[in-house]
């Protein structure tokens, strides 16, 4: 079994394990772990055994242990990259080859994205949420992953894969099944909340005042409310960070989500055609809030109003509340 320290979970059982007289290597064998670990672990500070402190001499400990880095160590270099970043946009890659090609130094560009990401090139930051240097490159230093692999941020909420998803869902036979999205005006800005109903094709749109989970949050439980409690059963989002707290949403009204596979819009392929057809009324990088909330309303209207061949010509609005209109 390979080697890895102990967590604070198992400090704080060593704690409770210890103060009810057991042995070290009854506690060992409760915690799978050489008898030695827990003595050394029980030896780490003098006086009475705590869990927080024994925690922080662990850190403080692997804080010393680790390597300056290169460039730590040598500031003037620092300040040479500095310079060539900041004032004359060099980029790292180029800053390394011109180094070894005119014999200054011997460092490669990974050593210096690596310094900008744990120490800013040893500059401070200006305010919180500062990047910093990493700022001012045009390739931000971000990790790259291996091709045909990407990463996303994981839901904080019951993850419910879409493979778990009733058939009786997928195959559209009930009311109260929504696919959930975000439209974007210009970045930073208000975005529009869209959810469609999966059978009927029925429309919801809000806007939200930030691509954040809060702010569209709000937005979707106001939007759910707005229907009757029995054509709500779950949610199928999009992947997006701004979906990442929806189980403030699943509690507040008792609803399931179902998640898609990351970067699968086919996956939620209701809500991609519809949010399609909404770029008709708010074209792309136009601001949101240019819009009223009457105009955002009156383009729900119009879509649940609008006749689709799927229903046979009826509209969503028909659909849902099962009643006929006169839309000509």
């Known amino acids: 079994m390979s080697y890895h320290h102990?967590?604070?979970?198992?400090?704080?059982?060593?704690?409770?394990?210890?103060?009810?007289?057991?042995?070290?290597?009854?506690?060992?064998?409760?915690?799978?772990?050489?008898?030695?670990?827990?003595?050394?672990?029980?030896?780490?500070?003098?006086?009475?055994?705590?869990?927080?402190?024994?925690?922080?001499?662990?850190?403080?400990?692997?804080?010393?242990?680790?390597?300056?880095?290169?460039?730590?160590?040598?500031?003037?270099?620092?300040?040479?990259?500095?310079?060539?970043?900041?004032?004359?946009?060099?980029?790292?890659?180029?800053?390394?080859?011109?180094?070894?090609?005119?014999?200054?130094?011997?460092?490669?560009?990974n050593t210096i994205y690596r310094d900008i990401e744990r120490d800013n090139l040893g500059l401070p930051f200006t305010s919180h949420g500062d990047t910093g240097i990493r700022r001012q490159l045009r390739r931000k230093g971000h990790r790259q992953h291996p091709k045909g692999v990407?990463?996303?941020a994981a839901p904080q909420v019951t993850y419910i894969p879409i493979s778990e998803r009733p058939n009786f869902i997928n195959r559209r036979l009930r009311i109260g099944d929504w696919e959930l999205d975000t439209v974007l005006g210009k970045v930073g800005e208000e975005v529009l909340v869209t959810l469609v109903e999966r059978k009927t094709r029925f429309s919801l749109i809000g806007k939200a005042k930030h691509k954040d989970p809060e702010s569209v949050n709000k937005v979707v439980v106001k939007l759910l409310r707005s229907i009757p409690k029995e054509f709500v059963h779950s949610i199928t989002p999009d992947h997006g960070v701004e979906f990442l707290h929806l189980s403030e949403v699943a509690a507040e009204l008792a609803i399931t989500v179902y998640w898609p596979k990351p970067y699968s819009p086919q996956q939620?392929?209701?809500?991609?055609?519809?949010?399609?057809?909404?770029?008709?009324?708010?074209?792309?990088?136009?601001?949101?809030?240019?819009?009223?909330?009457?105009?955002?309303?009156?383009?729900?209207?119009?879509?649940?109003?609008?006749?689709?061949?799927?229903?046979?010509?009826?509209?969503?609005?028909?659909?849902?509340?099962?009643?006929?209109l006169h839309l000509v």
């Open 268 to 324: 939620r392929g209701t809500n991609e055609n519809t949010n399609g057809l909404i770029r008709d009324y708010f074209p792309r990088n136009q601001f949101i809030k240019i819009h009223t909330d009457d105009e955002v309303h009156q383009c729900q209207v119009d879509l649940n109003l609008r006749p689709r061949k799927v229903l046979g010509f009826q509209s969503p609005s028909e659909v849902l509340f099962d009643k006929v």
């Open 6 to 109: 102990l967590t604070l979970e198992e400090r704080e059982c060593i704690l409770v394990l210890h103060s009810h007289q057991l042995s070290n290597r009854n506690i060992a064998l409760r915690l799978n772990r050489n008898p030695s670990t827990i003595s050394r672990e029980l030896h780490r500070l003098s006086g009475e055994y705590s869990a927080c402190a024994a925690e922080d001499d662990y850190h403080a400990c692997r804080s010393r242990s680790h390597k300056p880095s290169i460039l730590s160590r040598k500031p003037d270099l620092r300040e040479i990259i500095v310079d060539l970043i900041l004032n004359h946009h060099w980029s790292p890659e180029q800053i390394a080859v011109r180094l070894k090609m005119e014999k200054v130094a011997d460092v490669s560009y």
């Open 150 to 152: 990407r990463r996303h």
